[in-house]
């Protein structure tokens, strides 16, 4: 044997402390870092809603031709909505009422927009079980207390479309909303 053999392996031989098998190992989970998220961008992303699912996500009304006193049926997410342009009386009544005597103790103030108290945007649908209140259609029964009226199992709601009577647990839902202009109204 030889006395001058070098002994050792190259990493040992190496002073700089990084190895063959080291750069080797990061690049090898690098490409399959890579090669992750190129297979699961494209099945994240296929996830996404789709145009015309975000197109129906909201809804806009054109309020404009609604007189004090008048409300219109529209449709939002394949559901009906109440808009009702609140006259003095009415909004009156609903403030008249005792927040605290509630089922569900909400004030006016609290279901509409600031800015446009005359304008009570709801869903048009009953708390109960789903069924669609009278009310909103020119002569339709407004029930006990001037608002809407489930005929369906007797659920009466009042001006500022709170459940006042009957069995609904709670008020008629108030959807997300604005008004992008004096005469537009963005529902979703």
Request: with cysteine.
């Given at each position: 044997?030889?006395?001058?053999?070098?002994?050792?392996?190259p990493?040992?031989?190496?002073?700089?402390?990084?190895?063959?098998?080291?750069?080797?190992?990061?690049?090898?989970?690098?490409?399959?870092?890579?090669?992750?998220?190129?297979?699961?961008?494209?099945?994240i992303?296929q996830?996404?809603?789709s145009?015309?699912?975000l197109?129906?996500?909201?809804?806009?009304?054109?309020?404009s031709?609604?007189?004090?006193?008048?409300?219109?049926?529209?449709?939002?997410?394949?559901?009906?909505?109440?808009?009702?342009?609140?006259?003095?009386k009415e909004?009156?009544?609903?403030?008249?009422?005792?927040?605290?005597s509630?089922?569900?103790?909400?004030?006016?103030?609290?279901?509409?927009?600031?800015?446009?108290?005359e304008?009570?945007?709801t869903?048009?649908?009953?708390t109960?079980?789903g069924?669609?209140?009278?009310?909103?259609?020119e002569g339709?029964?407004?029930g006990?207390?001037?608002?809407?009226?489930?005929?369906?199992?007797g659920?009466?709601y009042?001006?500022a479309?709170?459940?006042?009577?009957g069995p609904?647990?709670?008020?008629?839902?108030?959807?997300?909303?604005?008004?992008?202009?004096?005469?537009?109204v963005?529902?979703?």
């Open positions: 044997m030889a006395e001058n053999a070098v002994t050792g392996t990493e040992e031989m190496s002073g700089d402390g990084v190895r063959r098998r080291d750069f080797i190992n990061i690049a090898a989970v690098s490409a399959a870092g890579v090669g992750g998220v190129a297979v699961l961008v494209p099945l992303s996830m996404a809603p145009a015309d699912v197109a129906a996500s909201s809804t806009e009304v054109d309020i031709s609604i007189q004090p006193g008048q409300a219109v049926k529209a449709v939002f997410r394949k559901q009906p909505v109440f808009i009702k342009h609140l006259t003095a909004i009156a009544a609903a403030d008249a009422v005792n927040v605290g509630l089922r569900d103790p909400q004030s006016l103030d609290e279901r509409v927009k600031e800015g446009h108290r304008w009570l945007i869903m048009g649908v009953c109960h079980l069924c669609v209140p009278l009310g909103a259609g339709e029964n407004k006990e207390y001037g608002g809407y009226f489930c005929p369906c199992h659920s009466h009042d001006t479309g709170r459940i006042r009577k609904a647990p709670t008020n008629l839902e108030v959807p997300e909303y604005e008004f992008t202009s004096d005469t537009i963005q529902i979703g």
